[in-house]
């Protein structure tokens, strides 16, 4: 079950504004129940507390049961339930003993299910500035600008394994493939309006290969990396977020296109959060 609640600033006093319930039912049958509840107007007159009863509603019948301080009540009527029980007119039902420390078995499809609906999975759609330089070549600096893609698995809590593919489609002269595989760690913290801001340190691993569209003549690049991700929630499922990068070379084919490596580079796009 998962719940969010939106709350507004009211005069001096924070009200709900909206909220979102999801629950997830897991037995024979994978069901979801979704309640939301949106505000149109406030009345701020005559504001009357809502009682406990009223405010639980029906569903809990805890309120309604009557409870007795002893049992000496019963104890009167014991005669009559012993001699039911000698003319085998009733019967003691034993109570099975239940593991309650085995979780139930679940198939290899509920269990992707359980984590894909469960924010472990996300995509990334960012613009970039690749980390290399084409100052004092014959390319145009536009081709340090690429278009990126990505996707991150939870492994574990707030440890993340995220791919990205960066992309350079000729222009400027050059072509540019990036690749990256990184491990990142997610704190969030969240604002008055239960928004969530994500602060998110990473490290891995990129392969740059730029190609002359013109010459068929290629330079490669590989490279270790370190960076920080900010996000903030823009909606239930969607993030903006900028991130900074240092990269650090550890390898590099031939010099054929006189370009070189930056060691710093920038992203910012969108988290989609599946």
């Known amino acids: 079950m998962s719940v969010d609640i939106d709350y507004q600033l ?14 997830i039912y897991e037995k024979k049958v994978m069901a979801k129940e979704y309640v939301n509840f949106i505000a ?40 009559l339930f012993i001699k039911a029980e000698k003319e085998e007119k009733i019967a003691t039902v034993e109570i099975p003993i239940i593991d309650t420390t085995i979780a139930p078995k679940k198939s290899i499809l509920q269990g992707l299910r359980q984590y894909l609906n469960n924010d472990n999975l996300r995509m990334h759609l960012y613009f970039s500035k690749l980390p290399y330089s084409t100052s004092n070549t014959a390319y145009n600096n536009t081709s340090t600008f690429g278009i990126g893609t990505g996707i991150s698995f939870r492994i574990y809590k707030p440890l993340f394994f995220q791919f990205n593919s960066e992309n350079v489609w000729g222009w400027g002269g050059l072509n540019a493939k990036l690749r990256s595989y990184n491990l990142s760690y997610e704190w969030l ?20 290969v730029m190609t002359d569209v ?31 990068e240092a990269t650090f070379k550890l390898k590099e084919q031939a010099n054929k296109l006189e370009v070189s490596p930056n060691m710093l580079s920038a992203k910012s796009g969108l988290i989609i959060k599946l």
């Open 10 to 23: 009211w005069g001096n006093k924070w009200i709900i504004n909206s909220s979102h319930l999801e629950t």
């Open 40 to 79: 149109n107007s406030y009345d701020s007159v005559g504001i009357e507390k809502i009682r406990t009863l009223e405010a639980v509603g029906s569903i809990d019948v805890d309120f309604k049961v009557q409870k007795f301080s002893n049992d000496s009540i019963w104890k009167k009527y014991d005669t």
């Open 189 to 208: 913290l969240f604002t008055k309006r239960n928004r969530s801001i994500g602060i998110t340190p990473f490290v891995g691993y990129s392969n740059i």
């Open 214 to 244: 013109g010459k068929n003549m290629q330079q490669r690049f590989m490279n270790v990396l370190a960076g920080l991700y900010y996000s903030i929630q823009l909606k239930k499922r969607i993030n903006i977020f900028v991130g900074t």
